[in-house]
């Protein structure tokens, strides 16, 4: 124990220490490694609190310190299961609403087994930027990057069934950009010094288009007011994404045995696949919708889709 828990299991009776102790554990902090560590794990304490507060803190899993959101582990109506050694939390289908696409702002966060953290954005255009001050009334780009971008540095927009990168201060292939100009598959955006990217067209059969890292890892991003995190790509999402194995694959998962198909369908999300597909559990039809923190899985694969 820290010294503060220390001070509070000789200080306070012991069924009031008890209290504190539990409920310090049911508070969480993600590391972008996607360990959750207990407020109690990193010697802190959380007693009848509310709210969700963004703090440092120390991951329990590979030791690093990461600047997250502490959360309070689900209780009541969610329900937990433990499989392949972590924790993932089900809610009944009937309280999570649809993942619509058809909204603007929208942006759906990919966790995904064995593959990393995605993102995916439905919209016609991204923006890409650097973060404001907090309490900024000022506009912010969709994805706001942990670097010296400007506020707004970056848009890349479809254009049928090509792409335009817009930007006053960016190269593609080492040739400055000031203005628009159009990609093509394996152009490489560099945006600052430690923001480069590969921009993918991977299917011939999808004008959905990828932004993958090229040659360093992304700083970490966010939108919204989400934590900021590690994201392993970023897909723009026309009509279809394909995740799983081969070269025409969006979002590349080498060990899948099978292709799982992302598409629209009545302004919402919907998953299908060759083989058995289960939502929360649930064996459903093909093209099923997505919910709002749904855990998606099939045979060898799984993965979570929360809008953020």
């Known amino acids: 124990m820290s010294a503060v828990q220390n001070i509070a299991k000789h200080v306070l009776p012991e069924r009031v220490f008890l209290s504190m102790q539990d409920e310090s554990q049911t508070w969480l902090m993600r590391c972008p490694c996607g360990h959750e560590t207990s407020?109690?794990?990193m010697g802190g304490i959380r007693w009848k609190a509310d709210g969700k507060p963004i703090r440092w803190g120390q991951c329990g899993g590979c030791?690093?310190?990461f600047f997250a959101q502490v959360y309070r582990r689900p209780t009541n109506h969610e329900r937990h299961t433990i499989s392949n050694g972590f924790q993932e939390t089900m809610t009944p289908m009937s309280t999570q609403r649809d993942i619509r696409v058809d909204q603007p702002g929208t942006m759906v966060r990919f966790w995904i087994d064995g593959v990393g953290c995605w993102l995916l954005s439905p919209a016609d255009q991204l923006?890409?930027?650097?973060?404001?001050?907090?309490?900024s009334s000022k506009q912010t780009a969709d994805v706001c990057m942990l670097s010296n971008l400007s506020r707004?540095?970056?848009?890349?927009?479809?254009?049928?069934e090509s792409y335009q990168l817009q930007t006053e201060r960016g190269e593609v292939n080492g040739r400055p950009v000031r203005g628009e100009t159009y990609l093509k598959d394996g152009d490489v955006i560099t945006l600052s010094r430690n923001v480069r990217m590969k921009f993918r067209q991977p299917s011939v059969l999808s004008?959905?288009?990828v932004l993958v890292p090229d040659g360093q890892p992304w700083p970490r991003m966010f939108s919204g007011k989400e934590t900021p995190g590690a994201v392993d790509g970023i897909v723009l999402m026309d009509e279809v994404a394909l995740l799983g194995p081969g070269s025409d694959a969006h979002i590349a998962?080498?060990?899948w045995d099978e292709k799982v198909i992302l598409h629209r369908r009545d302004g919402q999300l919907c998953v299908k696949s060759a083989g058995w597909v289960q939502l929360d559990g649930h064996t459903l039809s093909e093209g099923s919708p997505l919910g709002d923190g749904m855990v998606?899985?099939?045979?060898?694969?799984?993965?979570?889709?929360e809008v953020i």
């Open 63 to 65: 030791g690093e310190r």
């Open 127 to 135: 923006s890409l930027g650097g973060p404001v001050e907090p309490g």
């Open 152 to 160: 707004l540095h970056a848009t890349v927009a479809r254009a049928g």
């Open 253 to 255: 998962c080498a060990d």
């Open 207 to 209: 004008a959905s288009a």
């Open 296 to 305: 998606v899985s099939g045979d060898g694969w799984r993965f979570r889709a």
């Open 39 to 41: 407020v109690w794990e």
